[in-house]
C-alpha cells in the first residue's frame, strides 16, 4: 500500500492563488499602490473552502492594521535599522495573540517587517496606503474563492474513502499471516497502518470542509445525501481500524489454535479481504456460514478463558485466541453494516431519480400533444 489516496499535481487552489495573485497586482497597478504587500496578503489568504476565507478575513484585516501601525511607529523611532524589523516582529505577534487574532498572525507580521523599508516620511499616508493593499489582497482571494472553481471535495474523498477501504484490507490479511504463523508484526505492515491511520484523518478534514461548503454554495439533494452516505462509510471505516489495530499490536506468541483451524481463520480473512475490496461490500454465503463457524468457536474458546475456571496462561483475563476472535467478528459486524448502508444508498438514488423520470416523461407527452 504504496500510495493509498490518489494524488494531484495541480488542485483548484494553486489555479485560484495565481489568479487572485494577477488580479490583486492588477488592481494595485491600476491605483498605483505598492504591489508587493497585496500579493503577500492574496498568497496566504486562499483557504481549503469559503468559509474558512471569510471567517479569517474578519481576523486579517484587523491584524493587518496592528502591523501596519507598529511598522509605522517603530521606523518613526528607530528608522531602518536591525531594532525596528525586531521591536515589529515581537509587537505584531504579542498584540496578535493578545487579541486572539491567530489566523491574521502571519499576515499582519509579514506586512509590518515589508513596510518597514518603504516608509521614509507621510508616516500616515503610509499606513494608509499599506492597510489598502493589504485589504485588497483579502478582498480579492476571498472572492475568488467564492466564486471561481467553488470548493467540492465530495469526488476526492469518495475516491479515498474506496482507496482507503482496499488498504484496510490487504493490512488485516497480512497481519493475520503473521498472526497465524506466529511471527512478529512486521515493520511494513506497522507503517501502512500508520499511514491509512493518517489518511483517514486527512480524507476526515475534506469531510469537514465539504460540510462546510453546504452554507455558501448550492448542492443538489443527491449530492448531499451521497456524501451522508459516504460519511457513514468513513466513520465505520475508522471503527474497523480500531480493531485492526488491536491485531497488529497484538503481543507476539505462539497460539494454541490446531493447523487446520489456522488455515480455516486465514480463510475467512481473505473473505473479509475481498468484502472490503467490493463497491457493494458484498457478503457471500459461503462467508456467512464461516462466520457461523467463528461464532461456534469463539463461544468455546470463551469457555476455555480464566472465567471457566481453568488457569490462563498468562496474566491476561482473555487469551490472545479469544482476542483475534472477537475482532475478526466485529470486523465482519462492521462489513454487514456497510452493506446495509450501500443497500439503503442504492435504494434512496433510485427514488431521487423516479421523479425526474416522471417529469420527463411529461414533457414528452406534453410535446406530442
Known amino acids: 500500500m504504496k500510495q493509498t489516496i490518489p494524488y494531484k499535481f495541480i488542485g483548484g487552489r494553486i489555479a485560484k492563488t495565481g489568479l487572485a495573485v494577477f488580479i490583486t497586482a492588477f488592481i494595485c497597478h491600476m491605483l498605483n499602490w505598492p504591489a508587493m504587500f497585496a500579493v503577500i496578503t492574496a498568497i496566504v489568504t486562499i483557504e481549503p473552502t469559503v468559509a474558512d ?44 495573540h493578545k487579541l486572539k487574532l491567530h489566523d491574521g498572525m502571519l499576515v499582519a507580521t509579514l506586512t509590518g517587517v515589508a513596510m518597514i523599508s518603504t516608509v521614509h516620511d507621510h508616516y500616515l499616508s503610509s499606513f494608509f496606503i499599506r492597510l489598502g493593499t ?19 471535495y465530495s469526488k476526492s474523498i469518495i475516491k479515498n474513502i474506496h482507496a482507503l477501504y482496499r488498504g484496510s484490507g490487504d493490512i488485516l490479511l497480512k497481519r493475520g499471516i503473521e498472526i497465524f504463523n506466529s511471527q512478529e508484526s512486521d515493520r511494513n505492515v506497522r507503517s501502512d497502518f500508520q499511514r491509512l491511520i493518517k489518511d483517514i484523518d486527512k480524507t476526515e ?34 471503527q474497523i481500524t480500531y480493531h485492526t489495530g488491536n491485531l497488529i499490536f497484538l ?35 459461503t462467508q456467512r456460514e464461516k462466520i457461523s463457524l467463528v461464532t461456534q468457536w469463539f463461544i468455546e474458546q470463551k469457555q476455555l478463558d480464566p472465567a471457566g475456571g481453568l488457569k490462563p496462561r498468562t496474566h491476561h483475563h482473555v487469551q490472545p485466541e479469544t482476542a483475534i476472535l472477537y475482532e475478526i467478528l466485529s470486523i465482519h459486524d462492521l462489513i454487514e453494516e456497510l452493506n446495509q448502508i450501500q ?6 438514488r433510485k427514488l431521487l431519480k423516479a421523479p425526474l423520470k416522471q417529469v420527463a416523461k411529461r414533457r414528452e407527452t406534453g410535446m406530442n400533444e
Do not use: W
Open 53 to 96: 476565507s471569510i471567517r479569517k478575513a474578519y481576523v486579517r484585516f484587523p491584524a493587518a492594521a496592528i502591523g501596519a501601525g507598529f511598522a509605522v511607529l517603530f521606523t518613526f523611532i528607530f528608522g531602518d535599522s536591525p531594532y525596528s524589523y525586531a521591536s515589529v516582529s515581537l509587537a505584531t505577534i504579542i498584540v496578535c
Open 205 to 238: 478534514t475534506l469531510c469537514h470542509y465539504q460540510k462546510a461548503e453546504y452554507r455558501y454554495h448550492r448542492f443538489s439533494r443527491e449530492d448531499m445525501r451521497d456524501f451522508h452516505y459516504e460519511y457513514k462509510k468513513l466513520t465505520i471505516l475508522r
Open 343 to 348: 443497500i439503503m444508498e442504492v435504494k434512496h
Open 134 to 152: 493589504t485589504t485588497t489582497g483579502i478582498v480579492v482571494s476571498t472572492a475568488v474563492n467564492f466564486f471561481v472553481m467553488p470548493p467540492n
Open 251 to 285: 503481543a507476539p506468541g505462539r497460539l494454541d489454535i490446531e493447523k487446520s483451524r489456522k488455515k480455516f481463520a486465514l480463510s475467512v480473512l481473505e473473505d473479509l479481504k475481498d468484502s472490503l475490496y467490493d463497491p457493494g461490500f458484498l457478503i457471500s454465503e
